[in-house]
């Protein structure tokens, strides 16, 4: 995480994509390729299995491109399973309150900066450390977001963000959206508003700040300028999605 931190510590953009299909431990050096910075292993919105933790984690910080997980809930124990089998980061959802980004900040690391169970081994900086300069090294490395996804949350911005431990808030646009009433309106003024209370508090509080959403480029535009740093700019699907249209168009107009 400390390639991911210094880009966000110069206020340069993070690039990222969503796996949702991909299984194999090619992900990460393919994304690599392409020069993305991060990954979300989506354990929320997919069928994968936390074996994907363990096979796209590690192949891909040998790559260079920092592993998020996205558990499917706030419970330790998922999110021990994934940060300990090879994920570097966390993109937790549906975090309302300070008292549950206070509990999932301290599910993500060991004592004495919280309560993370340790493994017998920890695979993700090579197998010649010591444990216990493994687990401090983690703990410094690992990369906590928290996911601001309801009007409840961005009430509670200012809160959420002050509690240690917690690296990023990231916007979930699409819930957030459904909660306001307003589902799929990337471009509504009530997003901005909303993107721009999250961009701030960040500020004043050191963190930085991240989302996914529209594939349109007016809203990113506000998005952008109002401090959005992490991007999540699509998803595996959508990009094979995307670019098979594009190729398939080419023979059927030829
Ligand atoms: C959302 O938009 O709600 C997400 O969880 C993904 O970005
Ligand atoms: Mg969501």
Redo the contacts with the bound molecule.
Sequence with gaps: GSAFRARMAAGQLALGS?LRLSRSAEAGPILAACGFHWA?LDF??SPASPHLAHDIALSAIRAGVLPMA?PSSHDPREIAGLLTNGALGL?V?HVDTPEQAAAVARAARFAPRGGLSVPGTLAHFGYDKGLAEACALFNDEVVVTV?I?SRTAVENVEAIAAVPGVDGL?????????DLGLPGQYGAPALLDAVQRTCAAARRHGLFAG???PRDEAPWRGFLSAGMRMI?TENDLSLMMRGARDRLSFFEGA
């Excluded at 990231?170 to 819930?175: A, K, L, M, R, V």
Aim: proline share 5%; aromatic share 10%; hydrophobic share 45%.
């Design positions: 969503n979300m929320e919105h996205r993109v959802p996911m996804e990231f916007i979930g646009g699409s819930d957030l959206l459904w989302m996914g959403g999540l």
